[in-house]
């Protein structure tokens, strides 16, 4: 099994330019999520999708969107990039929403907005 | 807004040294604990999760939590260069679910 995987690996995008970063995971896990991580911030939650076809905004939803594709996908748009989004992304899944789970998370996608 | 403080380190012991890693934390109503390691340029990996007060082992790991002081700590005995990573803490409370707010992470070096 290979987990969650993330695609692209690195990304280099223009200000105002727009991109989708790509999740998948082959556990049958019913939850994932998107994260940003900064310098010494810590993980700090974009958005989440408790099961397929639902969706909610976590603590820093501005300047994003997500797609529940399926229950293998979740996907995270940044339809304007901005120097401020600059940050490593990853993405995780989890059995279910409910009750305490270990989040298993990709190898992350590096992005800088120049 | 909950908030979870950690020291951000770096934590350097040396080799065979107990290393002490801690959090505190906001929210009452958070029941247990998650304690993820990231290694640099890695994605993080759950190595400890505790639910109760008191503490609770897993090899070399510790993890001790303190809800009336809410306070939660990780302890790692015989540290090896191996455990040099950041250490993330994270609450779980039932209302959240797995929508985790984690502290900022202490990086921890092992010097040989």
């Known amino acids: 099994n290979a987990g969650v995987t993330q695609t692209p690996k690195f990304q280099v995008l223009k200000t105002g330019q727009s991109m989708t970063l790509q999740c998948a995971q082959d556990m049958n896990h019913n939850s994932m999520y998107w994260y940003r991580q900064d310098p010494g911030m810590g993980l700090r939650l974009i958005y989440y999708s408790a099961s397929e076809g639902t969706t909610d905004k976590g603590e820093v939803p501005n300047g994003y969107n997500v797609s529940r594709l399926n229950k293998r996908e979740f996907s995270l748009r940044l339809e304007s990039a901005a120097p401020s989004q600059t940050s490593v992304y990853f993405c995780?899944?989890?059995?279910?929403?409910?009750?305490?789970?270990?989040?298993?998370f990709g190898p992350g996608t590096r992005l800088t907005v120049t | 807004q909950k908030e979870v403080e950690q020291n951000s380190g770096p934590l350097s012991v040396p080799e065979g040294a107990i290393a002490s890693l801690n959090c505190t934390y906001s929210?009452?109503?958070?029941?247990?604990f998650f304690w993820y390691r990231q290694y640099s340029g890695k994605s993080p990996e759950l190595i400890m999760f505790i639910y109760s007060n008191g503490d609770k082992e897993d090899g070399r790991f510790t993890a001790q939590l303190n809800k009336a002081s809410q306070y939660v700590s990780l302890l790692i005995r015989d540290s090896q260069p191996s455990d040099s990573a950041t250490y993330l803490c994270?609450?779980?409370?039932?209302?959240?679910?797995?929508?985790?707010?984690f502290g900022g992470g202490t990086r921890l070096m092992v010097k040989p």
């Open positions: 995780a899944s989890s059995e279910e929403a409910g009750g305490p789970h270990e989040q298993y």
């Open positions: 994270a609450p779980y409370d039932n209302n959240a679910g797995n929508m985790l707010t």
């Open positions: 929210d009452r109503g958070s029941q247990s």
